[in-house]
């Protein structure tokens, strides 16, 4: 075999793949703050809304959770200036990762809901506590207690898949990746060390996240 | 005839100790019950005889072979001469009491299976579970449980039982079945290290009391010597807290 | 709109419908053999790393290392690293080979925590018991413990499939003549991005959504808590 692994010829290319990470980590971050309100929204009208709003909101969720992102992308990108929406690639990209987030930040935020317990809504009321105490001391920390390890992992997962924007021309990670590639033809170097960062990436992230529900939410579980 | 000699067994979970220098001599046919505050060693003695988990020092030698726990043949060997029945049952949930006690049977020994089953059945029939084969375990009482766990450990046909506080995790009213089942294997002969809380029951049926602290016999004696005239300070306290129940 | 009701007999067709059913076999096949394959693989990891079975530190840290890197991997930076690795060790393969291996890799890491997870709710007494009677840790595994943690390791394994299943349009990026590729074709052809992505989006929810009723029918059927069958 004549080629032999030279990352030598990657390493000045170092920096410029942290500042794609970088971008990685700001898409995931505004996928995910869109898909958490709006899954917030979805996730109440799933668990108390009726008729044929709730309806709409299944149908979406099921619809997406059941397509890939990729496909739902291309849709939005290719096939929304059909009816005249015309989107730019990174906007493209960041609407469809937070759509498609919404959707299982929707089922994420619905069984929270579920989770809170009669019996502590019954308690916090004969203890006399408002309405407003009662969320402000009852149901909120039982909310962000559950909902914290599982909403991390979303995070994570959304790190991840900012990739599919390199598909679409945005220069996050393994956009930058393709570009370096472009230029040395050290392929399997290249993203030998884009698969690294993301390791490292979603790594950090799970401990920061880890610690931080463990010290501020008192959250047992483990982060992805 | 002796059947088992522990000698100045030690073992240790990770840096603690658990078992410090425990001598014992079991004769055949002979019934020690080992007591003790909880926390004392008395289940960790056992489960070093099985060899769940492995001595520090010591030795233990059963019908004049001495163990290397650390030899897989060995360790074969003296677990086919001894059996446990575990507090907590320890049955295979996915299998029916029948199966519980054909398995090890079958699948360790490789015995012909309708020997083994006739055999189980019997087994079963004479802990009083005879129309029980077919349950699984969630359907069967802590009682049950426990009877089919002990037909279990008959089944391998061991020199000596060991029995793990066996009646402590069943309710009361249950407890009578699992002892009745005891005395008959007593009545039987057969070798015993009994782990126990039910000093009445100790009282009956052991040969010999082992009394343990901090994982060391602090006394050894026949029954009537270790309840009524307890030489060390320890057993003295044990004993009297126990007995005010 | 009146373009597209236009477009729609044509779009249509016997040949495109072929075409099209050629795809969507190939990406009901690479997701299966890619999922049966590193489920097995994902399996055989879980069980080098449970010391009730190996008491090696070595396969241990293996295992441990595999699954924990390899679940952290975006599927296109794997699809990637697979497409030069096999492209530079001088192998002639498919695409279709490249992108079930990237699936395989995939689910091996997660089949790997599934399978781990079952095997731990199991409870130690059980293995106590096995040992006591001198079974040896296979057998264990096989007669005693994994029957019991089949309910625990199947639900979500399932549906992480149906993850790889939509991860699987990715290998389009290499051409691989999936669902996803197929709607690239179509519309280079000059049908309308919205007939094409629409309709590949609907056989996607058709496979998907019915892969998910049967995980949770499974997992309603498996549950422990309703009484097995005799």
């Not at chain 1, 290719?78 to 919404?102: Q, T």
């Not at chain 1, 009852?138 to 390199?166: D, E, G, W």
């Amino acid at each position: 075999m004549a080629y032999t692994l030279q990352f030598g010829q990657v390493t000045p290319y170092l920096w410029y793949m942290a500042g794609g990470a970088w971008i990685a980590l700001q898409l995931a971050g505004i996928a995910f703050l869109f898909g958490w309100a709006i899954g917030l929204v979805f996730a109440a009208v799933s668990e108390y809304g009726r008729g044929p709003l709730r309806w709409a909101v299944r149908g979406y969720v099921i619809f997406i959770l059941n397509t890939p992102l990729l496909v739902q992308i291309f849709f939005i990108y290719f096939a929304l200036p059909d009816v005249g929406i015309l989107l730019g690639s990174y906007e493209a990209v960041a609407i469809g990762m937070a759509l498609n987030a919404s959707a299982y930040l929707t089922e994420i935020q619905r069984a929270g809901f579920r989770s809170l317990r009669r019996q502590e809504l019954d308690a916090a009321e004969t203890i006399g506590f408002s309405r407003v105490q009662t969320i402000r001391y009852v149901v909120l920390p039982h909310i962000v207690k559950v909902l914290f390890p599982p909403l991390s992992n979303q995070y994570i997962i959304l790190t991840m898949t900012t990739s599919i924007a390199a598909i679409f021309g945005v220069e996050e990670l393994t956009g930058r990746a393709y570009n370096i590639n472009a230029e040395t033809f050290r392929s399997l170097e290249i993203f030998s060390i884009a698969a690294l960062y993301y390791v490292v990436l979603t790594f950090v992230a799970s401990t920061v996240l880890y610690w931080i529900g463990h010290y501020f939410f008192r959250v047992q579980g483990k982060v992805f | 005839m002796t059947q088992l000699v522990i000698d100045r067994l030690s073992a240790a979970y990770g840096a603690t100790p658990v078992l410090q220098d425990v001598d014992l001599t079991v004769e055949r046919g002979e019934i020690v019950s080992v007591i003790g505050p909880s926390g004392s060693g008395k289940s960790t003695l056992l489960r070093v005889l099985v060899g769940l988990l492995l001595p520090v020092a010591g030795t233990v030698t059963v019908a004049g072979h001495k163990v290397d726990y650390r030899s897989r043949r060995d360790l074969r060997a003296v677990r086919d001469r001894i059996a446990i029945v575990f507090q907590q049952y320890n049955l295979f949930q996915n299998m029916t009491a029948l199966r519980n006690v054909t398995i090890a049977p079958t699948v360790v020994k490789r015995r012909a299976p309708a020997e083994v089953t006739a055999e189980a059945e019997t087994l079963l029939a004479k802990v009083g579970l005879a129309d029980k084969t077919k349950s699984y375990p969630d359907q069967l009482s802590g009682g049950q449980q426990q009877r089919v766990a002990i037909a279990r450990a008959l089944a391998l046909k061991p020199e000596v039982l060991l029995l793990d506080e066996v009646t402590s995790a069943l309710d009361p009213e249950l407890v009578g079945e699992v002892l009745d089942t005891i005395r008959l294997l007593a009545r039987e002969g057969m070798t015993m290290l009994i782990v126990s809380h039910e000093m009445g029951f100790v009282r009956e049926v052991a040969d010999r009391v082992l009394f343990m602290a901090d994982g060391r016999v602090v006394e050894v004696g026949r029954p009537k010597q270790i309840f009524d005239e307890p030489q060390a300070a320890r057993t003295r306290d044990f004993v009297s807290r126990i007995l005010r129940h | 709109m009146d373009r597209l009701l236009e477009e729609i007999p044509r779009f249509f067709n016997y040949y495109n419908m072929i075409f099209i059913g050629q795809a969507f076999f190939y990406t009901t096949a690479m997701s299966f053999i890619g999922c049966t394959v590193g489920f097995a693989a994902g399996f055989g990891l879980a069980v080098m790393r449970h010391e009730r079975i190996f008491r090696s530190l070595v396969l241990r840290l293996l295992a441990i290392t595999y699954t924990e890197i390899f679940r952290r991997i975006p599927f296109l930076v794997k699809l990637m690293v697979v497409f030069f690795a096999f492209q530079l060790s001088g192998l002639e393969v498919s695409m279709f080979t490249v992108a079930v291996t990237t699936v395989a890799l995939s689910a091996a890491a997660f089949a790997s925590e599934n399978v781990r997870a079952g095997l731990e709710s199991v409870h130690d007494n059980q293995w106590d018991a096995a040992e006591a009677m001198n079974m040896g840790g296979l057998t264990a595994l096989r007669r005693v413990v994994l029957p019991q943690s089949w309910p625990v390791i199947i639900p979500p394994s399932m549906t992480y499939s149906v993850g790889l299943v939509k991860s699987t349009s990715i290998a389009s990026q290499i051409g691989v003549l999936e669902l996803t590729y197929a709607a690239k074709v179509m519309t280079n052809k000059g049908f309308s991005a919205f007939l094409c992505y629409g309709t590949i989006l609907v056989l996607y929810f058709v496979l998907c959504f019915s892969l998910n009723r049967f995980a949770a029918w499974l997992e309603t059927r498996l549950d422990p808590t309703r009484h097995r069958p005799a």
